[in-house]
């Protein structure tokens, strides 16, 4: 049997479509999931709680978990079902804690006819919450499809109130917020800066770590900003509320940042926003231009994660004279439409012993310096000569607990902070070799 015959029955290296529904519910702090099927559905949530993120509260010691199950096992699916269906979802939603419920059944309890639907219009109606069904797609999907269905189902049923639009206010679709830590803390923290810096209120976010209410924000908007991770949640929101949409770069790096800033600009008619665009990029330039000759010219780079992220992240790194070698994305094939620019160096879909062979394998043959990119290859080069950042999801290793952003102008002094103090501690390691303490 040749390689490609044998790859078709080798298990994939993908974060499953659950998990990205789970980010989703993880990325709103006040709603709560119900999935229909057995005990290991809330086994996923370990994917997340106190490993990618160590401030999550998905679960609880109380017992009362953001994300819960049904218990389904085979013997039950013959069985009706939909009265415990239903008490289920009224307990979670006659608690104070909970802003907004959902349901998603596992592929196991979606071929028995419950009729989620009904269930949740009852339950919405005696409590008061709003309600939602996520439909599973977890046989065909990664992470991406999971927390895109997600953010697409609230988006398509999310009721809004008539509001008046609050003059140049903006709402953010599309920012990859992965974990309750300080890092994405601080992206928060620098998109509202900057887009203060230009005279421009951003009055949502999907997602931030907000509660479900301050999503509605989005409909006083009078911009939707999206910025990648959600394309079709912003464009189904600028439908049903009339709201223009710009499409805009994930915003890590100087480049993209200053795109959407004058994007944004130009949309408003704002003519004074050069001063705050230049002054900002001025700033960064500055401490970076020493740095360009001793460490990013002809630096090689290896990386893993998502495609969307690694757009801005090449083009980024790329304009201070580094060269990306070989690219790992870890999600299904399909998600290669997110690529800007093709190349030949590119794995996608890997099996596990691709990543190891073909990944490393990729490293030694360009000798990179630098690996940049999530856990599913960072745990290869952590504490060999190699210098290693790890960013992107899943992030089990590297973690904040203060405001650290990658995003906006800040973002990338301190990006570019944390590569350099992995490229001196892999000089030292080069020399020494590995340091024994006696």
């Avoid at 009729?115 to 005696?126: F, Q, S």
């Avoid at 399909?334 to 012993?353: A, G, Q, W, Y």
């Amino acid at each position: 049997m040749n390689r490609e015959k044998k790859r078709l029955f080798m298990q994939r290296l993908l974060s499953p479509y659950m998990v990205g529904v789970y980010l989703g519910v993880n990325g709103i702090n006040d709603f709560y999931l119900l999935v229909d099927g057995p005990d290991c559905s809330y086994m996923k949530t370990q994917y997340i709680a106190k490993n990618q993120d160590l401030f999550s509260n998905l679960t609880s010691l109380s017992g009362f978990h953001r994300i819960t199950n049904t218990a389904l096992h085979p013997i039950m699916m013959a069985q009706n079902r939909e009265e415990k269906i239903r008490d289920l979802l009224m307990k979670i939603a006659r608690s104070e804690i909970s802003g907004a419920i959902g349901i998603t059944p596992m592929p196991m309890a979606a071929v028995t006819a419950v009729d989620y639907k009904r269930i949740l219009r009852e339950v919405e109606k005696e409590s008061r919450k709003p309600a939602f069904e996520f439909r599973n797609k977890s046989l065909s999907g990664d992470w991406l499809d999971g927390y895109f269905e997600f953010a697409k189902v609230l988006a398509h049923e999310i009721k809004f109130k008539k509001t008046g639009k609050k003059k140049r206010s903006v709402a953010i679709v599309g920012l990859l917020y992965d974990r309750n830590e300080f890092d994405n803390a601080g992206n928060v923290s620098e998109i509202i800066r900057i887009f203060k810096g230009i005279g421009v209120e951003v009055l949502s976010i999907w997602f931030s770590g907000c509660s479900f209410s301050e999503l509605k924000k989005v409909s006083s908007c009078d911009l939707i900003v999206s910025t990648g991770y959600l394309e079709e949640a912003a464009e189904i929101l600028s439908d049903r509320l009339n709201i223009p949409i710009l499409r805009c770069p994930y915003p890590l790096g100087i480049e993209q940042t200053n795109s959407i800033l004058k994007s944004v600009s130009e949309f408003f008619g704002i003519k004074d926003t050069n001063r705050f665009i230049e002054s900002e990029t001025a700033r960064v330039v500055r401490r970076l231009e020493p740095l360009i000759d001793m460490y990013f010219n002809r630096l090689r780079i290896g990386y893993c994660g998502d495609p969307i992220l690694y757009n801005s992240l090449k083009e980024s790194l790329e304009l201070l004279g580094a060269r990306f070698e070989f690219a790992v994305f870890v999600n299904t094939s399909d998600k290669m439409r997110f690529l800007k620019s093709k190349s030949e160096n590119v794995i996608i879909e890997p099996t596990i012993n691709e990543i190891y062979e073909l990944g490393i394998g990729k490293s030694e043959k360009y000798n990179i310096d630098l690996f940049i990119g999530n856990s599913d290859m960072s745990s290869y080069f952590i504490g060999n000569n190699k210098a290693t950042v790890e960013l992107g999801f899943p992030s089990y290793f590297a973690h904040s607990i203060v405001e650290e952003p990658y995003l906006g102008y800040r973002g990338f002094l301190y990006l570019i902070n944390r590569i350099l103090k992995e490229l001196r501690y892999a000089e030292v390691r080069e020399v020494l070799g590995e340091i024994k303490i006696p």
